[in-house]
Structure formats: C-alpha cells, structure tokens
C-alpha cells in the first residue's frame, strides 16, 4: 500500500491544484469508481434510465494516460501531441461518439471533452475502473460512488470472462482498483462520496438506488428498474455471493491467500481466518498458467496473425505495429463483452 501523504503536503497540494484546476464542467460529475466485474455496467445501465441523469459508461482512457494515479501532475506535463498520440489506439477513446478537440493544455481539453458529455442533464455520471486519484486531481469538484464486490465474485467473473487465466491473476483488476480508492478515500470530504456493495444492489436495487438519488440531491424514479432492452436480467439476490454455490475450496484458498486482509477491511467474511500461504513454486505454476491460458485465448479469439503482431510489437516498442494491430482488434473484442 502506497504511502499517503502528510495533512499539510495534501493540503499544500490540494490548494495549488484547485488554483490551476480547469473551468467548471455545466453540471454536476460524479464517477462510478469500481473494479472490473463489479457490476459497474449493471450500475450504469440503471443510472441512465433517470431522466435527470447520464451515464455513457466506460470513461478509463480519460486516465489512463497518467499511469497509475499520476494525477493533475502529470496530465499538465504531457503535451498535447502526446496525449492525441496515446489515444489514437485506445479502445475506450476509439468508441467514444465525441473526439478531443483543439490543441492545448491536456487538463483543459480534458475538461473540454468532458463537457460536451455533460450538456442538457443536470447530472453526469463516468464510469471508471481504476486512477481513482487523477480523476479527483483533474476534477476536483467531482463526486464518487465507490461500488465495492466481494473479490471472490469478481475473480471468478474475471476468469469467465477470459480476463485471466486462473483467479489468482484475475484478482489484479480487483486490487488495483481497491488501493486506488484508498490511495484517494483521505482526500475526499464525506459528502463527496458514497460505498454501494453490489450484493445489496442486486438484493434491494430500489433501496440502494434511492440512497445514490438521494447523495445526487435526486428523486428515485421506478424506470432505474427497468432493464428491458438490454442483455441483463433484472436485478437478484442469485447474482450475489456465487462463489459460494461453484468456487471450489482451492480458488477460494489462492484469493484469500493474495488478499484476505483487504477483504476483511471491507467487510468481508473469510474462509481462511488465518491468511493462507502459498509457495514459490505454486506462485509459479499460477503465473505460467495465467500466461498460457491468455495466449490461448488471445490465439481464438483474434487469429495468429493479429495476436502475434501485438504481443511482438509490444516486446519490442514497435509502436505504430502496436497501433495497427489493436485498430484490428477492438472491433472483434467489442463483440465479446458485456
């Protein structure tokens, strides 16, 4: 876990980033910050349905940029150039109805970007997964739900969804996510944030809604309930706590094993009271059985020629190689997620 640090650098830090902070957006922002498989897209599917509302979704290439939780720092020390060049093959960006506009200081067009989402409703609402604290450094105004899932769900939905090659390595999203938001949770005044728990979500989807209403200053309307037109079922209590109906007891062991003490943290109940130790060479096999297995998919899914190109390229800094395959490939793995 990363140093925080002192109250005085913070506070030093914070007012130097609110003087330089770009123009405000014309509505409310709040970002749905949580980790990959955590129902995010269940949660931004429901948001949308207000009528004073707007969730389009997955907003990580907003962030990514920065490395991991750079911030307001390095957002202003990247070029306009570079920025453009960084976004030329990402995914997220590439999917995006609206494009960066003129050249300029990055946090600004930014901002820019950000603002053509956000004309006509009184709340925007940007799904993201990971970068928790650059998002609170460039949008210093910004509100947080922070949707929380047990690990051991989202381990499981990563290896179903070919994320991973075991639940071990498909806890990575997972932790990310969660030490970024303890990374930004010291920053942030309690009336900037709030924890939804997608157990609850999907047990008590009304009252649960209600409650991010009302920390939007907004009325429950029954349509967030309305699934119909989507590839999800409504929400239910079945969709919560599957690891207990088909994890086996290993997979359960090797999640505790890696992160029992932030499960605990949050809440949790543990298997294993006392964390599980693995060996050298089971942390071995796992990690040659993640490798393995994602080649594998990677090979099915996109074709010899566009994997190896990637995985090549990337080897070697081939960037341009990099970019040409990607642009290949996104389409093909569009079709694959939900």
Avoid at 178 to 183: A, F, H, I, P
Avoid at 189 to 198: C, D, S
Avoid at 265 to 274: Q, S
């Amino acid at each position: 876990m990363n140093v925080l640090p002192s109250p005085l650098s913070r506070g030093v830090r914070d007012h130097v980033m609110q003087a330089q902070a770009p123009h405000r957006l014309p509505c409310s922002l709040v970002f749905v910050a949580g980790p990959l498989r955590s129902g995010s897209t269940l949660l931004t599917l429901m948001l949308d349905r207000h009528s004073s509302l707007k969730n389009p979704g997955e907003f990580d290439f907003l962030f990514d940029a920065f490395g991991v939780d750079g911030g307001l720092a390095e957002a202003q020390a990247m070029s306009s150039e570079e920025l453009d060049d960084f976004f030329s093959d990402h995914r997220g960006f590439l999917s995006s109805p609206y494009k960066l506009g003129p050249s300029g200081p990055v946090p600004d067009r930014l901002h820019e970007l950000v603002s053509r989402y956000a004309q006509g409703v009184p709340c925007l609402a940007l799904s993201i997964h990971r970068n928790f604290v650059s998002a609170h450094e460039i949008f210093p105004q910004a509100r947080f739900i922070h949707l929380l899932r047990d690990a051991r769900d989202c381990a499981k939905s990563a290896v179903a969804a070919s994320f991973s090659g075991n639940v071990y390595h498909g806890l990575e999203p997972w932790l990310n996510s969660e030490e970024s938001w303890d990374r930004l949770l010291p920053r942030l005044k309690p009336e900037q944030y709030i924890e939804v728990r997608y157990e609850e979500l999907v047990s008590e989807p009304e009252k649960v809604l209600t409650q991010i209403c009302e920390f939007l200053g907004l009325e429950f309307e029954p349509q967030m309930m309305d699934l119909s037109g989507t590839t999800y079922e409504p929400p239910s209590p079945r969709f919560a706590n599957q690891w207990r109906r088909s994890m086996s007891p290993r997979d359960v062991e090797l999640i505790e094993a890696r992160v029992a003490p932030m499960m605990a943290a949050r809440g949790y109940e543990l298997v294993h009271p006392t964390q599980p130790r693995l060996s050298w060479w089971t942390l071995l096999s796992l990690k040659v059985q993640n490798t393995v297995k994602r080649h594998r998919v990677g090979l099915q899914t996109y074709g010899f020629g566009n994997w190896m190109q990637d995985v090549v390229a990337r080897h070697l800094g081939l960037r341009n190689m990099v970019r040409a395959a990607r642009l290949r490939m996104f389409p093909i793995k569009a079709k694959t997620l939900k």
